[in-house]
């Protein structure tokens, strides 16, 4: 029992080596369609967004709030590998969190309309979290002496919670004027199978000097969608599925019957995201998200287990003399403790098949992003999650960085579960429609698989490295009309106020020569001469007339130019011209929703 424990907590402290769980990377990855499932008020840059199945969103996760790969385990001289009890025990509190998720999306797709944003992910989902004690571990690594002699060794707060559902969301997003943006993802939940416990105590004293065992504990565990387990063969314990062939067949477990398993379990539940955005001014925007507000409701294949306070105590046995003579004291022993502490835990054990409902882990993202220009972002964010009643938190620097449309990439530092070593990357490149992105939010755990060398020698040794968090999200999807990082209009913008200062300028040479007419026209009324004969002079004569002159201010591009008195106010119409080209450009968005006035 000792060594499976042991191999049990050191395979999921390794598995807590390459995954990681808060997602920095993503909610800084404008780039990616996928943005939207952390942070739902966000617009992606392209306007039609298509998944490939499966492989357009792949994640995997894990954190581990106990302790790092090197700090349980250590190398001797010789290069073998060895537990370090005193290692591990310095880094562990008295309880630690262990959370393993992985999801992917089977289907994505989304595209623009106007100032909104709507998508549709069918996305298949497992979230699994161990509570485990410190007293745990050292029973595991050295039993029930040394430092647990003599004291009570305390699991209280053990426990295990395992999930696994289908997310069927339908998103929108709106966009006000660039300024502010909102949006929110409705979802609707198929559970396929769940596990969780709920303990109030558990505890195993040895005494000090007779090495009598106390035991003490009161735990309830619920189950839903899992075969049946049955302890000394008259004991359900845990699941409700059993072996018979009707049962099997309508759990979808039979050849020919598999529907009924993906789509047939009557385990319903219902969920919500929301999010907002907003500009506080050019430089300044403002995010904050809140992720799976929302439930379960587990109706089918149910059970519920519970050990209601139980405390016994085995003292051992009084004639050892009579126990060593029978020849088989080892295997005599196991059974004389087997069989009383068999029959005291049947006294207080229950078993029942109710519905029950569990609620999902919620996450919150709140980030504060600087806006350096188009193409570079600096993103401060906070970052919390509902772990078993508790809230855990980290925080986290982000900068990111556009090449066009082919390039998006962002590094980033964060502190998560008193783990002070995630430096992550994350990088997207499209190849005209075609988006492939990796990311990672602690690069340094993938140093822990030692892949070139293993590669090489075809083996699987594991490098001792203090990494508590990883994390892995890398798809591929189709993405069409993105928009240009110099969006066009720019250029026109550029090109207007020079275009309207040339048409006003050549108003003003107009203007000039009309008054340069108008004044020989004067000087020519002024004078007595009737004599003239040259057509020109009669030309100049001619707008004597009231009713000409009418004529020649209506022949003209504006009324203003009739009037030589007003050459003044044309000046000052020329200067008021511009602002009303800016007032009337086109209002569009360019990356990470920036304000087209930087």
């Known amino acids: 029992m000792r060594k499976i424990i042991l191999n049990i907590v050191l395979v999921l402290t390794f598995c807590n080596q390459y995954k990681g769980q808060q997602d920095f990377i993503l909610y800084h990855m404008p780039s990616i369609p996928q943005i939207t499932q952390v942070d739902p008020a966000s617009f992606p840059d392209s306007k039609v967004d298509i998944g490939l199945p499966i492989i357009s969103s792949v994640y995997g996760s894990a954190f581990n709030t106990g302790f790092a790969f090197s700090d349980i385990l250590t190398q001797d001289a010789n290069g073998n590998v060895m537990p370090d009890i005193n290692g591990a025990m310095a880094k562990m509190r008295e309880n630690n969190f262990l959370v393993l998720n992985a999801n992917t999306d089977l289907l994505f797709l989304g595209f623009k309309k106007g100032n909104n944003f709507y998508s549709f992910n069918v996305t298949e989902k497992v979230d699994f979290t161990f509570n485990y004690p410190k007293d745990l571990i050292i029973m595991a690594l050295e039993g029930n002496g040394n430092n647990l002699l003599g004291r009570r060794a305390s699991f209280d707060g053990l426990g295990m919670d395992f999930t696994h559902w289908r997310e069927y969301a339908v998103h929108w997003v709106h966009d006000v004027d660039h300024k502010f943006s909102y949006g929110a993802r409705l979802k609707y939940l198929y559970g396929m199978e769940n596990f969780n416990t709920q303990v109030s105590y558990m505890g195993i004293t040895t005494d000090q000097n007779t090495h009598a065992l106390t ?273 066009k209009h720019k250029d026109e913008e550029e090109a207007d106020p020079v275009e309207m200062e040339e048409k006003t300028e050549k108003q003003q040479k107009e203007n000039s020569s009309k008054d340069q007419n108008k004044s020989n026209l004067d000087s020519s009324n002024s004078s007595s001469s009737k004599s003239t004969t040259s057509k020109k002079s009669n030309l100049n004569n001619a707008p004597a007339n009231s009713k000409e002159k009418k004529n020649s201010s209506k022949s003209s591009k504006s009324d203003l130019n009739a009037d030589p008195g007003k050459s003044k106010k044309d000046k000052n119409k020329k200067i008021d011209n511009t602002p009303k080209v800016e007032e009337t450009e086109p209002r569009e968005r360019t990356f990470r929703k920036v304000p087209k006035k930087i």
């Open 215 to 487: 035991f003490d504990m009161n735990f309830e565990f619920q189950s839903a969608g899992l075969p049946l387990v049955i302890f000394d063969d008259s004991i359900n314990a845990i699941g409700a599925i059993d072996t018979t062939q009707s049962m099997m067949t309508q759990a979808g477990f039979t050849d020919g019957n598999i529907s009924n398993y993906l789509f047939g379990r009557q385990n319903n539940g219902v969920g919500i995201d929301l999010g907002f955005n907003y500009h506080v001014n050019d430089k300044l925007l403002l995010e904050a998200s809140v992720l799976d507000l929302g439930f379960i409701s587990w109706n089918q294949y149910t059970s519920n287990s519970n050990l209601s306070e139980w405390d016994y105590t085995y003292s051992g046995i009084e004639d050892a003399i009579t126990v060593f003579g029978n020849g088989s004291s080892v295997q005599f022993l196991k059974d004389v403790l087997e069989d009383s502490i068999e029959m005291s835990l049947k006294e207080n054990f229950t078993y029942s098949t109710p519905s029950y409902r569990t609620a999902l882990r919620t996450k919150i993202y709140a980030s504060m992003e600087y806006i350096v220009d188009h193409n570079n972002f600096i993103s401060l964010t906070g970052y919390s999650s509902f772990v078993r009643n508790r809230w855990r938190r980290g925080l986290g620097l982000a900068y990111n960085f556009h090449l066009g449309n082919f390039l998006s990439a962002t590094a980033s530092y964060s502190i998560y579960n008193r783990s002070y070593s995630n430096v992550g990357i994350g990088v997207s490149l499209n190849a005209g429609p075609l988006e492939i992105y990796f990311l990672t939010d602690n690069v340094l755990a993938l140093g822990t698989l030692n892949l070139l060398d293993n590669a090489r020698t075809n083996s699987m040794n594991v490098d001792i490295e203090k990494v508590k968090n990883g994390q892995l999200h890398f798809g591929v999807n189709l993405t069409f009309g993105r928009e240009k990082a110099e969006p």
